[in-house]
């Protein structure tokens, strides 16, 4: 039986065009700050690179910063401020929480979409100048966040509103005008690029600390010789994603939740009437561990993730669906399920087969 990756949130396969460009950076030499031709025409294919990128979330090339990734960019973007009260939204990445550890959090609502009121009563109440952390779309559930609202509040109160958009990018349409954002991060291995290279996206003004000082590049934003062959096959895949649409994968995802849920309609789907995007679902068998749903679907050629994430052997709540009030028992069942361009309806089938095979199997041993 052939695989089914259904685990892209977590990281989307590299698409053939960026790795056919990245093997052609790798055989090229030249370190873009070198006056020579090859280090000209090393810088050529950062800046093209820049303007892809900057052009995927409608932002100017010089807004660009390229990082090591979405976790680095998340801090270039929060580490600068420490002068400032930082809020957050309950559900953010944890690249996110531990860059500001003392943060307020912003409540999210049942289906995980962040409580603007809560947000603007923070905000009123806070008489140092702040800084927000609210991501576009949530890596568990899909949810995603008001942005464009929370930026108009943020405007209100003179603070300026960071987005993780690393989920986003590439799922949605993602425009820094209209999202109304100062800072925005957004990571290449979500939407067909390599891991290890990301950006932060920093509107003209908006003050920074570089995390690495040392050489002078991207502006002396961020020193250290540049990926290049990261940066241009993150340039690929960013203008790839900018031609692609995802209609067909809604259909899928919503044909994959109709049939859990026919099968088990005591199940409950995270963030259901959210907005939400295309190619995620979050799902709780009840009574079933999510490790042994993971397990089970893998012996079936399923590759999904767990709603809670494991670390050193131990499986740790998931704070997502904590924040949304879901109980331990609810929380500890949820998995993920996540799609992308190549997903195929044969795939889901297989999916929902052995998801399926294990809740007829764990209920009629529980009878
Ligand atoms: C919402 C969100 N933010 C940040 C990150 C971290 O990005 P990276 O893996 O590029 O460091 C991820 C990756 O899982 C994510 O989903």
Redesign the pocket.
Known sequence: MSPAYLDW??TAPVRPEVAEAMSEALRRTGNPSSVHRWGRAARQAIERARAEVAALVGAAPAEVIFTS????A?HLALGGVHDHRVLISAIE?D??RAAVPGATVIPVSSEGVVDLGALDALLAAEDRPAVISI?LAN?ETGAIQPIAEAAAIARRHGTLLHC?A??GAGKIPVDLGALGADLL?I?A??LGGP?GV?ALVAREGVPLSALQRGGGQERSRRAGTENLPGIVGFGVAAELAARASLPAIAELRDAAEAALTAVAPEARVFAKTAPRLPNTLCIGMPGVAASTQVMALDLAGVMVSAGAACSSGKVRRSHVLEAMGASAAEAESAIRVSLGWSTTAAEIEQMIAAWTALYRRTRSAAA
Do not use: L, R
């Not at 990734?69 to 680095?72: I, K």
């Open positions: 949130n977590a990734g979405g976790t680095e998340n990445h690249s996110v991501m890596n993780d690393i989920q991060s990571s291995h979500k891991p990301g």
